[in-house]
């Protein structure tokens, strides 16, 4: 049987110190120094996190922009989060685990290098692109958001010819948000809180 993954998280005392919130802070600034600060952060064996709200998860939401329009895509199955199985997203999502660092914390530069591992293991990407940390996203309101918060990034991406590199992601295509209204009752939380701001989200 394989190791339980370690996965990093930042104590919630620390969020709430900095100043805790619900939806979208476009003040990233403010918490990216003390959460990647490796006094204030620390890895946690998975299932223990999943289940403790005392800790949040540090989760890279990745929104892929090509032109005005971002890349939408249906969770399969073979997700590592059963609770957004068959859920529509505007957001690579995943988590940061103790493989990402040969320290025992977390500093920015590791986190930057764990962005990238996050977004070429579920994406093919042909032509060049440019991120950046666009806001940070909380949602206390159930299960899933208590335990996790997440930094949104946009890419901008040169070229629409993406494709998936796990089964995880199905049904993957370019939508505007127009084309992501009448859709947004089928998106998971996260995505429904970033198609709600978008226009600013794309602006940040």
């Keep these: 049987m394989s190791a339980e993954e370690n996965i990093l998280v930042v104590p919630r005392s620390v969020f709430d110190r900095l100043g805790s919130f619900e939806g979208l802070s476009f003040e990233p600034q403010h918490y990216m120094p003390t959460l990647l600060d490796p006094a204030c952060n620390l890895f946690l064996p998975r299932g ?8 949040k998860q540090l989760i890279p939401y990745l929104v892929i922009r090509h032109g005005d329009r971002v890349l939408c895509y249906t969770r399969g199955k073979s997700g590592g989060e059963a609770r957004l199985h068959a859920r529509m997203s505007i957001g690579i999502g995943g988590h940061i685990n103790d493989g990402d660092t040969q320290a025992a ?3 920015d530069a590791a ?3 764990a962005v990238e591992r996050e977004l070429h293991e579920e994406l ?4 060049g692109y440019r991120q950046r940390i666009a806001a ?4 206390d309101s159930n299960d899933v958001g208590r335990v996790h918060l997440g930094v949104v990034h946009l890419i901008d991406v040169d070229t629409p010819d993406i494709r998936p590199r796990e089964d995880a992601i199905s049904d993957l295509r370019f939508l505007s948000a127009g084309e992501l209204a009448p859709l947004r009752e089928r998106l998971e939380s996260w995505s429904q809180i970033c198609l709600d701001a978008l226009a600013r989200l794309l602006r940040a």
């Design 48 to 55: 223990a996190a999943e289940n403790d709200p005392t800790h």
């Design 105 to 107: 914390h977390f500093d």
């Design 111 to 113: 986190y930057f290098r």
């Design 124 to 127: 093919e990407i042909p032509g």
């Design 136 to 139: 940070l996203l909380n949602d």
